[in-house]
């Protein structure tokens, strides 16, 4: 196992194997991977909203999945992969807080989780395996030698997807 970079919130990465990838403490934000198996390079991004185009204060591209998952994309190319090559991952998007009513704030999780689905069709990649919803934070690491994804939850057992 090569070195382990970090990617924070609001953040976007690249490694190629023998490195891994790790995000921390997603909560109601996505960690959304791509990879591509045979240059085995590898992303993630840590989004924490789905649409930049809601807001005004929005320079930071990987704060949002629409303008996140295209960065990474691009990067992941740059970096050598193959676009018909490369599949997705996502976790997170809890629902962290229990919110009444009809609140918009208690689905972010939900709203991401489903930004990055439409991203990722609009992208043409496959998403190939996913662990999000419920109410409980993830730490996710992409170990870009096997293309395995990592889940680790407080009280859960390790999950490989």
Known sequence: MGDVIKVGMADLNIAKAPNSLTTLGLGSCIGLTLYDPVAKVGGMVHYMLPD?????????????????????????LAAGAVQRRIVAKIAGGARMFEVSGLSSVGNVGDRNAEQAKAMLKELKIPLVA????????????????????IIKAVGKPIKTI
Do not use: P, Q, W
């Open 52 to 76: 930049s185009t809601k807001l005004k204060n929005n320079e930071n591209i990987a704060k949002f999945g629409d303008t996140g998952i295209k960065e990474l994309l691009r990067r992941v």
């Open 130 to 149: 996913e662990d999000t919803g419920l109410n409980y934070g993830r730490t996710v690491i992409l170990d870009c030698e096997t293309g395995d994804f």
